[in-house]
C-alpha cells in the first residue's frame, strides 16, 4: 500500500495551495481518507476527512479556507487550502482508513506558510 503526497511548497500568507494524495494497493472507495498536519514540537492533528459517501468533517481552524474532495476514479484526494495563514506551516499528511486493521500513511508534504 502507498500514500504519495504532492503539492506542498512555501506560499505566502493569503496564498493557496492545492494538495494531492494518489493511493496504491488498495480499494480507494472503500477507504475514508483524511488529511493531518504536524507542526514542529507540536503533536498531529486532524485538519479534514472525508467518507466513502462523501461526507466531510474540518477541523474549527480550517472550516471555511480548506475543502477536502476525492476522485475515487483515480484514487486521488485533495485539500484546497486557502486563505492560508503562517499558522497552517506544518508536514502535512494524507490518511486511508477502512477498519481499526486498515489504517495507511502517507510519508508527509511540507507546507510552509511565510513571507
Known amino acids: 500500500v502507498q500514500l504519495v503526497e504532492s503539492g506542498g511548497g512555501l506560499v505566502q500568507p493569503g496564498g493557496s495551495l492545492r494538495l494531492s494524495c494518489t493511493a496504491s494497493g488498495i480499494t480507494f472507495s472503500l477507504y475514508a481518507m483524511g488529511w493531518y498536519r504536524q507542526a514542529p514540537g507540536k503533536q498531529r492533528e486532524l485538519v479534514a476527512t472525508?467518507?466513502?459517501?462523501?461526507?466531510?468533517n474540518y477541523a474549527d481552524s480550517v472550516k471555511g479556507r480548506f475543502t477536502i474532495s476525492r476522485d475515487n476514479a483515480n484514487n486521488t484526494v485533495y485539500l484546497q487550502m486557502n486563505s492560508l495563514k503562517p499558522e497552517d506551516t506544518a508536514v502535512y499528511y494524507c490518511n486511508a482508513v477502512s477498519g481499526p486493521l486498515n489504517v495507511y500513511w502517507g510519508q508527509g508534504t511540507q507546507v510552509t506558510v511565510s513571507s
Open positions: 472525508i467518507t466513502r459517501g462523501d461526507s466531510t
